[in-house]
């Protein structure tokens, strides 16, 4: 609808401004008295050299569009009214779920990629679902899809995890709790470290065995690692995500030397006792670390095999991280290392930052051992959910279902609904409200659209026929807009512009639910039912594209 209003007032503007400048300051104005869209007239200023006032008012009466019922100037500002016969029966008849672009390109997307041996994060929970949402979007805009899981799995905390666990730690405890049991060691051995300070030395020297192979080394590593994805697939199980590889930081381990030798084929490496650098202060950045002088290999190099291995496996058309703000400076210099070196692609590589997330206003650490355990969090949520049911609707078929769908939906939401690079304050309590500007509202609000439908599905059904009214006009205009909403929330991988889109349909389908008997009276019966089920199939789809699942019943 947008679209076709900008190509009018393209035609219009006879080639005065471009398309895309046009549709770049089209505004909804605040007020719905004046009209469904303005155009502001100061754009123009400087190319009719003339006041945006007087601009206005010479423009107003030049468009003649049958898609247009009114434009009238408003100080700076042209205000449109659109044709509602016409926005009404296109919005009866084609709005529906989102129609998938051909998928002609290819995306791979770096997401979730926790650390092995250590809990799942709140951090980490904010990848997961902003890069599931993202991933889910670029498959609706044309791009084939591989989602990875950069797993935390090599460094020199694994030397230090073994020692700790050859000193302190046992087989059963492990397999009975792996995760927690895994990070009590590592916690321990911090604490003890601090203390006695060869413990140090010992888990160095289990890292070198580690890095040189050693057989007693890599089973435990090995090992560590299976248990630590067991867990870790359990909350990706709940949350509904899935990835097609796993390939983590180990799996780079035999690609770094081939990255340090074509960094010194085109001498960019400086060396500097014993450590291998690619200065980058050309373009203002700390250098970048290939290798540390002891001759550990470090987490950027690591990242630029995976970028190499990406492109050659997967020959990308773009290239996703969904890494925490934290990390720009480490994403800004392996980019930087890629473009030095020559190859185009560094343009195509992404990095997408989130906000923190925080406690009593502070940055939560997992460094004490003070956290929140993730899989707690989830199944307290699904079992206030239930709770919820058993209040509500205790008659309710598969109440587990869609207790674990509503709890799982209100921590999803909860995150995408912000702004995606602002931190968000962690309270369980927020998660488990299930009404406002929540999940499990939308949820609710698309139950009760299919709850309509059963109900009018014995009506006979006549002509469609346009609803023009005010009630009816405020959720069409909104419904049309679905297409422009999936775009541009994918063009800025922000999923919180589909969120808050979710949530101004509810908003104002509950209004309208209110106000207009939807399925009394023979007038337009059928084009109301319509209209239900456009709303319903947009919040399905909508949902579905957040990761968030849509009972029918709730
Ligand atoms: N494991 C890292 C962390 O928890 C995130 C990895 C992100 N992906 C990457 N390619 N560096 O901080």
Redesign the pocket.
Known sequence: MKKRLGAIIYRTLKNDLTFDEIMDVIEIPKAKQFGDYSFPCFVLAAVYKKNPHQIALELEGKFHDEFITQAAAAGPYINFRLNREIVSMECLQTIGPYQSAEKTKVMTI?FS???IAKPFSM??LRSTVIGQAIANLGERCGYNVIRIN???DWGTQFGKLIAAYKRWGNEESVKENPIQELFRLYVKFHEEAAVFSDLIEEGRSWFKRLEDGDTDALKLWKWFREVSLEDFQRVYKLLGVQFDAYNG?AFYNDQLSHISDLLEERGLLKHSEGAMVVPLDNVNLPPCLIRKSDGATL?ATR?LA?AFYRKETYKFNKSL?V??ME?SM?FKQVFAVVEKMGFSWHKDIHHIPFGFILKDGKKMSTRKGKIVLLEKVIKETISAAKANIEMKNPELENKDEVASAVGVGAIIFHDLKNDRTTNIEFSLDEMLKFEGETGPYVQYTHARACSLLRKGSGIKSEKTRALTDEHSWEVQKLLVQYGQVIQSSFEKYDPSILAKYLLHVSRVFNSYYAKVKILEGNQSLTSRLLLVQSVRDVLKDGLSILGIKAPEKM
């Open positions: 770096d990629s926790p650390n951090g980490h950069h797993i935390g930081e987490y990242d995976a991280y890494v925490g990390q480490h």
